[in-house]
């Protein structure tokens, strides 16, 4: 999902569907990325990492994909459960282990 | 895994007034912790990065007479919200650094919700 600015962009899906969620980072010397889950009221949540050396990495449930040539990164949810149901965050780490957040995407699933 | 926590997790305070909010990494030394802001549906901010023993370093646009920083052990930095106006109302995240952790994760506390009258 893409930032639209003060409006969360949301992924509506099925309980049990795979869900899949897109993020487009600035710069291409970053080399280290994440993907944080966050809900309601509370801080972010780590999910899975991915250093720029690699183009995919697996989870529990959870899969990152990294296209260094359009500098996108996904985050592909496998049975997606209610509990998954938060808002999501990618984040580049560029220098001096600084983050820097997408846009986020918020995630509802239907029971 | 390594926890940070945050105090408090919430404060009402009246506009003129100063908070100070902690952020503490309970089972490991953090040599770097960072300050973030969230307004709502927005994401993370990066306010400034703190360094233990040395001063924080600000992000473009923070004002740091505004927003006090003190990262005097391993463990504890705080935030100082100084002359709060309603403005300043938002979501306070702070993240700790691990320095072990070969992929430089960032471990998150649970946030301070600020709400200035």
């Known amino acids: 999902g893409e930032s639209v600015g003060l409006h969360l962009p949301t992924l509506s899906v099925q309980e049990g569907d795979n869900s899949i969620i897109n993020c487009a980072y600035s710069n291409s010397a970053s080399d280290y990325f994440i993907w944080y889950k966050q809900e309601s009221g509370k801080g972010p949540q780590f999910i899975i990492d991915i250093r720029s050396n690699m183009d995919k990495r697996q989870g529990q449930r959870v899969t990152v994909l990294l296209n260094k040539t359009v500098k996108h990164l996904s985050l592909q949810i496998a049975a997606t459960q209610p509990g998954d149901s938060a808002v999501y965050f990618c984040?580049?780490?560029?220098?001096?282990?600084?983050?820097?957040f997408g846009g986020g995407t918020r995630l509802m699933v239907k029971p | 895994g390594a926890v940070v926590s945050q105090h408090p997790s919430r404060v009402i305070c009246k506009s003129g007034t100063s908070v100070k909010i902690e952020c503490r990494s309970l089972?490991?030394?953090?040599?770097?912790m960072f300050w973030y802001r969230q307004f709502p549906k927005q994401s993370l901010m990066l306010m400034a990065t703190?360094?233990?023993?040395?001063?924080?370093?600000?992000e473009q646009g923070v004002e740091k007479d505004k927003f006090l920083i003190n990262h005097a052990s391993l463990t504890l930095s705080t935030l100082t919200v100084t002359s709060a106006h309603p403005e300043d109302s938002s979501f306070y995240i702070c993240?700790?650094?691990?320095?072990?952790?070969?992929?430089?994760?960032?471990?998150f506390g649970p946030g301070t919700r600020l709400t200035v009258l």
């Open positions: 984040a580049e780490n560029k220098a001096g282990n600084m983050l820097t």
């Open positions: 089972d490991f030394q953090a040599t770097t």
């Open positions: 993240s700790a650094f691990d320095f072990r952790s070969s992929y430089n994760e960032q471990f």
């Open positions: 703190s360094n233990e023993g040395s001063k924080a370093t600000y």
